[in-house]
């Protein structure tokens, strides 16, 4: 090997790819035929997100060494980037015909036919079946597992999806991707309540900063507990209610003189400050900093979230009025009632999956 294309794979290994590049130019302009060095060149340009360059520097490359099966997933990488799905296909699908033994070949094939959700079934049961190709070819190889999830996530079939992430994450404890898809799946699980789910994804970002999945979950669990703030004001409306007898009708003997005493409006007053400092105070105060700071950002910045905060505090506040002022009539706390009540039902059906 040319001691140029020796100091171009160091700097590469080293991931400084720009500046493998013009070290590479100047060789390939004394040696246009070197397929290493077109290859290095390739990897160069991919890594740095430049696909059509790295598309000319493969072909070159094939041009040299027709059938390079090296080449060929190169190829598939980059065309795939470009959107060009088919040739993207045709270049992978080439190198499983010329290296069936190769698992990075059927890792490739794998890959370009699940990068598309609105792909036909047959060609994602087809990458399915590549990617169990590339795991038994390949059974250390982290990457072979993570086809395998993908593909299996495609194909509706979670539980090996969760067996190939399980060993994607040991094979590769470190992987920032795996990280995030573990920490959703544990987070979205039956049994997890909207605040275990906010400490998971939180705890989740402590190791992937930058994933958008881990900080889009976060926001999807932190708007679940403002929500659910609305049943702890409609609780407080309950008990306002049941108080000043509305739930009475008019003709029951029973039904309580007004205004009601003070003791009895101290007392529904402590059983709203129970349920806001048991149900919402306290827990706030218990979770970690990372999620009460998104709380508090997810009202600042999501609309969502502050209409839900808001419909709480309309809610307790019209329950405030209702319990603590000495009322003479049931007509003025008869609609206060209702308006509580209606302004948060107004949404609570259609605004489950809203954030912002």
């Known amino acids: 090997m040319a001691p140029v294309l020796a100091r171009a794979g ?83 699908e080439e190198a499983v015909s010329r290296a069936p033994d190769k698992w990075s070949s059927h890792f490739a094939l794998s890959g370009v036919l699940v990068a598309h959700p ?31 999830c993908f593909a299996a996530v495609r194909t509706q079939r979670q539980d090996v999806a969760k067996r190939a992430l399980v060993e994607w ?97 101290l007392w529904v007053l402590a059983v709203m400050v129970a349920i806001w400092g048991f149900g919402a105070l306290l827990r706030y105060y218990r979770m970690r900093k990372g999620v009460q700071l998104n709380i508090r950002s997810l009202v600042r910045r999501g609309r969502w979230a502050r209409i839900a905060l808001g419909q709480a505090a309309l809610t307790t506040l019209c329950a405030l009025l209702i319990s603590q002022i000495p009322w003479t009539g049931r007509s003025v706390p008869e609609f206060l009632f209702w308006a509580g009540l209606v302004v948060p039902l107004s949404t609570m059906a259609y605004d489950r999956r809203k954030t912002r």
């Not at 598939?76 to 296909?89: D, K, M, W």
């Not at 047959?122 to 059974?139: G, M, S, T």
């Not at 900063?209 to 708007?223: E, N």
Request: aromatic share 4%.
């Open 169 to 265: 994450l040991r094979l590769d404890p470190s992987n920032t991707t795996a990280q995030a898809m573990y920490t959703d799946a544990t987070a979205n699980a039956p049994d997890v309540s909207a605040a275990r789910a906010a400490e998971v994804y939180s705890a989740g970002l402590a190791g992937a900063p930058q994933s958008s999945m881990l900080r889009g979950g976060l926001d999807h669990a932190t708007y679940r507990l403002l929500r659910g703030t609305r049943w702890l004001a409609l609780g407080c409306l309950a008990a306002a209610g049941a108080m000043i007898d509305l739930f009475a009708t008019a003709k029951d003997p029973t039904l309580r003189e007004l205004p009601v005493p003070l003791g009895n409006r």
């Open 118 to 148: 609105s792909a036909p079934p047959a060609d994602h049961e087809r990458a399915y079946e590549a990617a169990h190709e590339a795991v038994r070819l390949a059974p250390q190889e982290p990457d072979a597992h993570q086809a395998l």
């Open 10 to 92: 160091a700097l590469q290994a080293a991931e400084r790819f720009a500046e493998s590049k013009p070290l590479l130019a100047g060789h390939l302009a004394e040696a246009p035929d070197d397929d290493w060095a077109w290859q290095l060149l390739a990897v160069a340009h991919e890594k740095l997100g430049e696909y059509e360059p790295a598309e000319r520097a493969a072909t070159e490359m094939l041009r040299i060494s027709p059938g390079h099966v090296g080449a060929l997933i190169l190829l598939s990488r980059v065309l795939l980037r470009l959107g060009r799905q088919s040739e993207a296909r045709a270049a992978a």
